[in-house]
């Protein structure tokens, strides 16, 4: 039953982001709209509803025709959209990051759409055949009305369709859609910390270890909360989400000794997957958000504003940030939180999120003052010790970047400024060297 239970989470968590999903469902309920249209039809109120119809919807071969027209016309519209959202995603791919690949896949609009598409396509091919000509009576009252009004939804939708294909191309769409999710993720996880208690000691508790390798994503809190509290026991992950873990890797920690089953059981919890998406970690979308960063500063692309709105985006995160420890928690038993997850602390998520724009724009000026003013706006919101340490080491990494790369006097009296600025903050770290004047003075 626990197997069952978590192989049913976890594809029900690769099926909501499918690309198929919402259609199939869309195309299910057309159908199921299609039998209660035939059902009706068997009733003395389609007759009635016949005789206020206009003609040319109750003659057979006009409506055969209408409907044949409708086909045709629907298809064209569902392989015009499916093509345009394989050029939209390979044209992500190149141009910003194959990380945002799954997010765009995901859009909850472009998937109703094609699925109305397909259901409007299934629905006719179900109402055409009913009709025939040598029977006026075979002819679909209720089902010729709606034929009408599905053509139309489809045409109002072909025009949003556009529109979001239109944005989906947009870089500022993407990097605000990434910031948006991250954004809303980090506010959920600041909330469910106001009321937890810090990761208890686990130095002596007992350990399960990886099984399998692959990046953990996700924990089915469901069946691994029933465990715990089965048990009254307290849980700590032992990597973050996203980690790769390879088999005999430090898994989880559990207050408790556990059966060889129930070990199992614990260990089958644990959801493991390619994917990234950001309205699940905000980890996540700070580095697609950085990935399209890196893409922009590239000769290739040679857009640096948008590496300079990205960082400032970055800075608003990081400020968030600020003050939360570096875990979040689930399994909530009556309030307690039975789990405890580790997340990236402050040091590596700057690796994995400052350091790449700040390697690949560390010639361009407006780049690194981008940098260093993003990370003296997240200083101003009240960071930990421990916060503050690793936001001026890659303050220091930068100023140290650009000593090396910027060989303008203008330019690096300009980072200077920035330089200026962070040293008046009078925090209790090491005072930050301008640069010379001239580099190697």
């Not at 027209?69 to 345009?84: K, P, R, Y």
């Not at 910003?96 to 997010?103: F, I």
């Not at 930068?398 to 790369?405: I, L, N, S, Y």
Request: hydrophobic share 45%; net charge neutral.
């Amino acid at each position: 039953m626990a197997q069952a239970s978590n192989a049913l989470f976890r594809a029900l968590y690769r099926i909501r982001y499918s690309i198929a999903f919402y259609p199939t469902v869309i195309a299910a309920a057309y159908l199921v709209i299609s039998g209660l249209v035939i059902a009706f039809e068997t009733t003395p109120l389609a007759s009635r509803l016949r005789d206020d119809l206009p003609s040319g919807l109750t003659d057979a071969d006009n409506a055969r025709e209408i409907l044949g027209t409708l086909i045709t016309s629907i298809v064209s519209l569902a392989v015009f959209s499916f093509s345009m959202v394989m050029v939209v995603l390979n044209g992500a791919a190149a141009r910003l990051s194959p990380r945002v690949l799954p997010g765009l896949i995901s859009d909850l609009r472009n998937r109703v759409i094609l699925g109305v598409y397909l259901g409007s396509i299934l629905y006719y091919l179900s109402q055409i055949i009913l009709i025939n000509k040598s029977d006026p009576q075979s002819i679909p009252t209720l089902g010729m009305l709606l034929a009408v009004l599905f053509a139309a939804v489809c045409l109002i939708l072909f025009v949003v369709f556009i529109r979001s294909v239109s944005q989906s191309i947009q870089v500022d769409w993407n990097v605000s859609r990434l910031y948006r999710d991250a954004l809303s993720q980090l506010e959920e996880r600041k909330k469910r910390l106001q009321r937890a208690p810090a990761v208890p000691n686990d130095d002596n508790w007992h350990c399960l270890t990886a099984q399998r390798p692959g990046y953990l994503r996700h924990v089915n809190e469901k069946r691994l909360s029933e465990l715990l509290e089965k048990r009254d026991m307290v849980a700590t992950l032992q990597v973050e989400p996203g980690f790769f873990l390879i088999e005999g890797h430090p898994l989880i920690k559990l207050s408790g000794e556990l059966s060889e089953r129930e070990a199992r059981e614990v260990q089958d919890c644990m959801d493991f997957s390619n994917d990234e998406y950001a309205s699940s970690n905000a980890a996540y979308g700070m580095r697609q958000m950085s990935e399209i960063a890196v893409k922009a500063i590239s000769p290739a692309v040679n857009d640096p504003g948008t590496a300079i709105r990205t960082a400032n985006l970055i800075g608003v995160l990081l400020s968030r940030l600020m003050g939360v420890p570096a875990y979040d928690v689930g399994c909530f038993d009556n309030g307690r939180p039975r789990l405890f997850y580790r997340q990236l602390p402050m040091r590596r998520l700057l690796t994995a999120v400052t350091s790449p724009i700040r390697n690949y724009g560390r010639g361009d000026p407006q780049v690194i003052t981008a940098l260093l003013q993003c990370i003296k706006n997240a200083i101003h919101f009240g960071p930990s010790p421990d916060q503050l340490d690793a936001l001026w080491e890659e303050v220091q990494a930068v100023r140290d970047e650009a000593d090396e790369c910027v060989n303008n006097c203008r330019d690096r009296i300009s980072i200077n400024d920035v330089i200026d600025r962070l040293n008046e903050l009078e925090l209790p770290t090491p005072r930050l060297q301008p640069l010379p004047p001239n580099r190697g003075d």
